[in-house]
């Protein structure tokens, strides 16, 4: 078996099981780790979280998109060629001055890739899925993320047949933005609702 010069020392128990079981299906010649890449690469480059920023853009230029995600947020968001391969329903809840929206899947993972990429670490951990039903204001406040107390949290839980996109507010400082240079502003964490739209620099 090859030696494998790198060091994994940084890495946890399950990415240490997944690099070897990787590693022994590569050698066994059922799987190509090139093709692998590229799969990881396309989840988190192209066809996600900049996917969702699009949509997210499109929503603050075009207030007929915004209707249109508010109405049928699967079919809005297929017209941009973004479509699931999993075939869930996609739903878009609008963040606002009175209400703030927080995506969490308490039973599983289940999360949008198509719009969103890869999951980040945290979505899939147990203490984030309890603590978001339970204590949805201490878990945005472990993001940084401080709300006025007056601003309600509603909290959504994906499942294998709906997923949720949150359409976080247009920061202000931004009238004068094109939608591609909206998009580069929105974060994968404020469309799922763990943190803002924070404002262009100056």
Same mark, same amino acid.
């Given at each position: ?31 190509n780790p ?5 799969? *990881? ?15 997210v853009a499109?929503?603050? !230029? ?13 079919? &809005? ?5 973004? &479509? ?8 878009? *809840? ?15 993972? !289940?999360?949008?890739?198509? *719009?969103?990429?890869?999951?980040? +670490? ?9 603590? $978001? ?7 945005? $406040?472990d993001f ?17 047949? +709906?997923?949720?996109? +949150? ?13 591609? &240079?909206? &998009?580069?502003? +929105?974060?994968?964490? $404020? ?12």
């Amino acid at each position: 078996m090859p030696h494998d010069d790198h060091d994994h020392s940084h890495m946890s128990e399950t990415e240490a099981r997944v690099r070897a079981l990787e590693s022994l299906l590569a050698e066994k010649g059922y799987i190509n780790p090139a093709a692998v890449d590229e799969i *990881v690469e396309t989840y988190e480059t192209k066809i996600g979280p900049r996917n969702g920023a699009h949509v997210v853009a499109k929503s603050w !230029c075009e207030p007929d998109f915004a209707d249109w995600l508010k109405r049928d947020a699967t079919a &809005a968001i297929h017209s941009l060629g973004y &479509a699931s391969r999993q075939g869930e329903h996609m739903v878009a *809840v609008f963040n606002d001055a009175e209400t703030h929206h927080l995506v969490v899947c308490t039973l599983c993972s !289940c999360y949008p890739w198509s *719009v969103l990429g890869l999951p980040p +670490v945290w979505y899939k951990s147990p203490p984030f899925r309890s603590r $978001a039903v339970i204590d949805p204001r201490g878990v945005l $406040a472990d993001f940084g993320l401080i709300l006025p107390e007056g601003k309600r949290i509603e909290v959504h839980d994906s499942t294998a047949e +709906v997923r949720y996109i +949150v359409i976080p507010e247009r920061p202000d400082g931004t009238d004068g933005m094109d939608e591609a &240079a909206l &998009a580069d502003l +929105v974060s994968r964490d $404020a469309m799922i609702g763990t943190g803002l739209v924070k404002a262009p620099q100056a």
